[in-house]
């Protein structure tokens, strides 16, 4: 009597177990998916963006930029730099003298490379890295720094530069949410495409 009783008390429970487990790990994975593939296609693929054929970024995920000749990112603590498959922050706290010493080395860095004053204020996305470690985006204020460098680099005047930020600045979203912000590949791209680098 009391094994029968056991398994009619275990066959609802794994009957249950076994549906939520379906329901959770199949059925919402692949409407979710379905979902994002109808309504947002392009971002359900990756928003990747082709140059010739090639694929040369998304506008999801950032990546490094050293030439001189080119806006750079913001520091990146995902992997190696930007690494999808080691999306997070440093996890370091604002009393780690780690990061304190990161953040000193990397913001000289930063206004050596843009000939900047030694006690230039910066935005605080040069030299801090996102919470995923892969944004693709630097503030107006970030890129607007970089200008002069990446004119000199190119030969061209910094006002064109300059010109090109604004035209590439996104603003708020629905007027409200976040923050303006360039999208570092898409800005490089038109850098590109409008002022070529001649050999």
């Known amino acids: 009597m009391a094994l029968r009783t056991m398994s009619q008390l275990l066959r609802p429970l794994v009957g ?114 996102s919470g995923s470690g892969l944004d693709p985006h630097i503030s107006p204020s970030n890129a607007r720094l970089q200008a002069t460098r990446v004119a000199d680099a190119r030969g061209i005047a910094a006002e064109l530069v300059l010109a090109l930020i604004a035209e590439h600045t996104e603003g708020r979203v629905l007027g409200i949410i976040g923050e303006p912000r360039v999208n570092v590949l898409l800005l490089n791209l038109a850098l590109d495409e409008r002022y070529p680098m001649t050999p």
């Open 16 to 129: 249950l177990t076994v549906s939520i487990l379906l329901l959770t790990v199949v059925a919402y994975p692949l409407a979710v998916t379905g979902l994002a593939q109808v309504v947002f296609e392009r971002q359900a693929d990756g928003s990747f963006l082709l140059r010739d054929g090639q694929t040369v970024g998304s506008t999801l995920i950032g990546q490094t930029f050293s030439s001189a000749e080119y806006f750079q990112g913001r520091p990146s603590a995902a992997g190696d730099g930007y690494d999808a498959a080691s999306s997070s922050g440093s996890n370091l706290g604002p009393t780690s003298r780690e990061l304190a010493d990161r953040l000193a080395g990397d913001g000289a860095a930063y206004r050596t490379a843009n000939d900047l004053p030694s006690d230039a204020m910066l935005p605080a996305d040069a030299i801090t890295a």
